[in-house]
């Protein structure tokens, strides 16, 4: 969508190829809303009774049980009344750690429309509202005056975690400004998994149960060298038999 836009379909926005057909039984509807200031010029398929538009909700329904196999509905608009697509993603890298490990969390915005934003409000804190343990180093908000179409911006931060489990990262949130009126994007929640080393659950087992864990490690390398012992001299079952020359 670009700021020539002056029509919008479910169709595009659900990436549909085939008509809209209703249920069999029942009522269907079909419910479009846009942003506040967008000001809708007409829609289609119209028709009395059969298709409401609320001014104040911004919401266009259809009563698709009247209108039967209908290739799509429409809304159409001044241009540049649309608000620009903007995306939220985040990455984690990497998606699983050690115990004491630590994962860099990127937060991109990115205009993929051809008007600016103005006055975005980036934030990710929700990890640290949720879990104490945890400890972050670098940037959780971002505030920036103004984005260009095409443009992108970013925070990182990085998280340490001190105990092994499955951490959940609630949604980033982003507040900007179009067209003198405020719109909200979210991201999905994410996760990273804690494992516990292994190399330290055994040095601290070993430390935790001494003398008995190193007794029982020892008393497997004896069974470990009496086998071998049983091996060299022909001993061991289904080996064959040894003699000196």
Known sequence: ????????????????????????????????????????????????????????????????????????????????????????SRTFDPESVSVGGATTVTVT???????????????????????STVSVSGDQVLEHLELEGGESVSISYTVT?????????????????????????????GSVVVSADPVSVLSQAIADGWPYTGGVIGLVAIVGIWQIVGLVRGAKSGGGQYYEV
């Open 1 to 88: 969508m670009s700021s020539e836009t002056t029509s919008i379909g479910i169709k595009e926005l659900l990436g549909a190829d085939a008509a809209f057909s209703p249920l069999d039984s029942g009522l269907s509807l079909v419910l479009m809303q846009v942003p506040t200031g967008v000001n809708i010029t007409t829609y289609e398929p119209s028709a009395e009774n059969a298709s409401f538009y609320n001014v104040d909700d911004g919401m266009v329904m259809w009563n698709a049980s009247y209108f039967g196999d209908e290739d799509d509905y429409k809304i159409y608009f001044s241009s540049d009344e649309f608000p620009p697509p903007i995306s939220l």
């Open 109 to 131: 915005v990115t205009n993929e429309g051809d008007l600016p934003i103005q006055n975005l409000t980036l934030s990710d804190l929700g990890i640290t509202q949720i879990y």
């Open 161 to 189: 975690f001190p105990n092994e489990g499955s951490y959940t990262f609630p949604k980033a949130t982003l507040l900007y400004e179009y067209d003198g009126v405020t719109y909200e994007k979210r991201s999905s929640t």
